[in-house]
């Protein structure tokens, strides 16, 4: 089978590449290839790969060709990131909106009814002026975002329903939970922190949050978001039981929960290097956002959330010691 | 003032042209010109006022333009509606998703932050496998569209939106119940019967229709359904709280209630004029369709359902008499 994953080369997109290539096999039929889109070049690892080819284009203007080149998975996580769109109204609308119709477009016309994941994301959630949020939102919490990201995403996930329903393709949304511990720098997402309080001062670097300890969100390991996407994608239509978009499963911790597992892990001295200082623009969108989650359909599928943020530094510190990208030096702080 | 309604030459958009031009005022201003876009030109009386201006051309040639000539209120009523957008998927991707975006573009460079009053539809509501709808379909219901032109007009829902919360334009979205009588030929609407048998025999005209008497839908008259958009434009952002869709009000009847009124107010013989024969594409659109509606936040605005659909058919036979749009036999089988 071919694989298509838009954003491959993305931190997400290329650890999914890597669970793919590591099964072989996917889904009932031998993987040959996978091919990955994105703006740069994916990991050394993946371009090595004989199965493995890479295409460095903006999106837009990769899936005019794909009528002509069926594929039977396509993965799409290409995306601008919240920061970015609130930063740049139209480069979200091209990115995220027009891209994903590209893309359906494209699939569609190749005629094969490929199926199709789309990564969603909890940010289609979001507090509205006298439509609070429910302290945690459920698979039919009633979407209201408060940012153009979310609302792009919410946009896309009824379009690849209406696609699916017209038999052009097999389609669902995932919404991801936030993901944590990312390794790298620092991203455009307001989410980026989630992320940051934990890798720098691992690495030894000192850093901000930009919001207070209590603020409590539902975050996913790499590894648990990566294994959501591909149980979304092996589930039957029927387990999906009719609407397509399903929340991934997320745990629900709070800023100083998460600080308070990272000093039991690896000690004060690395909690120290975290320092609280306010950013309004960051903290406002925050505000907005889902404060907990919970996933029963992605349960019915039998996606779990992690059962401890501490669970989920130590996988990040096994996952340095062990996987690749991961910078070498992404442990430094560890003495 | 100076308004854009688009659309404005079908039913709707010229009943609500001619309530604007017979207040002469509105929220505050004095009317100077009204432009009708649309596919096709106005009627007569509206032709000939001359603070009415139409432009004949598709929507989307027509925006672009709009950035250098600001409006400060406007109506988008255009669409494709729903029997056309499942026939021709394209079609209603460029009518509904791509025609919007395009306005919305226009409006946003104008810079003045226009108002904007979208007319979204009860469609965005769907039964889907698993998901089955609640009896009445509310403000808070979660949009699951089984159409493309729910799903489009959804989208738009959330488009709007964000521009609106971005400070480019001040948009909400009034979603219309199925108007009950329309006045004319049928059109392409799987709704289109919900009139139709009405219309038809009070005009002499033998008619089918394609669904049992059992069905229920939520309607609204030509003039309720006018004042529900005219409502929604005078309402305040802080009396809109928040979420910027909301539904219209609807009388919730079934089929053969309303084959009842008819008798009720015009006789058996017109009655006998409408013969059940089930039309399996419209019956299966219409047995996803929502049974009934409540418009909780509209009656927050001081908007009401019709008492009876009675007094829609009075109201119709009465419009037939003295208004303008209603052609000169459309009670020819009234005796």
Chains 1, 2 share one sequence.
């Not at 999914?16 to 993987?31: E, K, N, P, S």
């Not at 005019?64 to 069926?70: I, T």
């Not at 979200?92 to 590209?102: E, F, I, V, Y």
């Not at 309004?280 to 992605?298: F, H, K, L, P």
Request: hydrophobic share 40%; net charge neutral; aromatic share 6%.
């Amino acid at each position: 089978m071919r694989v298509l994953i838009t954003g491959g080369a993305g931190f997400v997109g290329a650890r999914l590449a890597r669970a793919l290539l590591a099964q072989g096999r996917f889904d009932g039929h031998a993987i040959e290839e996978i091919v990955l889109t994105d703006q740069f070049e994916p990991p050394a690892d993946l371009r090595a790969n004989p199965r493995v080819t890479s295409r460095v284009r903006p999106l837009l203007q990769e899936c005019a060709a794909l009528r002509d080149e069926p594929f039977d998975a396509v993965f799409h996580l290409a995306s601008a990131v919240s920061g970015e769109c609130e930063a740049d109204f139209d480069l979200g609308l091209r990115s995220n909106l027009d891209s994903t119709r590209a893309l359906l477009e494209g699939l569609r016309h190749a005629g094969n009814v490929p199926r199709v994941v789309f990564a969603s994301s909890v940010a289609v959630f979001g507090a509205d002026v006298g439509n609070p949020l429910p302290d945690l939102v459920t698979d039919t919490t009633l979407p209201s975002p408060q940012t153009s990201y979310g609302t792009h995403k919410l946009m896309c996930e009824y379009l690849i329903a209406d696609y699916t329903r017209k038999g052009y393709i097999d389609g669902r949304s995932a919404r991801l939970m936030t993901v944590s511990v990312r390794p790298g720098k620092p991203n455009g997402a307001a989410s980026s922190f989630f992320s940051g309080i934990i890798r720098e001062p691992l690495a030894g670097v000192e850093t901000t949050c930009p919001v207070d300890p209590s603020v409590t969100h539902p975050v996913s390991s790499p590894a648990h978001t990566v294994k959501g996407l591909i149980t979304v994608y092996q589930a039957s239509r029927e387990a999906m039981g009719g609407r397509l978009a399903l929340n991934l499963p997320g745990l629900n911790v709070s800023v100083g929960e998460m600080l308070d597992a990272l000093e039991a892990v690896a000690g004060p001295k690395v909690r120290a290097r975290v320092r609280f200082e306010r950013d309004e623009r960051v903290a406002g969108i925050v505000a907005n956002w889902s404060r907990g989650s919970t996933a029963d359909r992605a349960k019915a599928l039998g996606l779990l959330p992690e059962t401890s943020y501490r669970a989920i530094i130590e996988q990040y510190i096994a996952d340095c010691r062990t996987r690749p990208g991961y910078p070498s030096d992404a442990l430094r702080g560890l003495t």
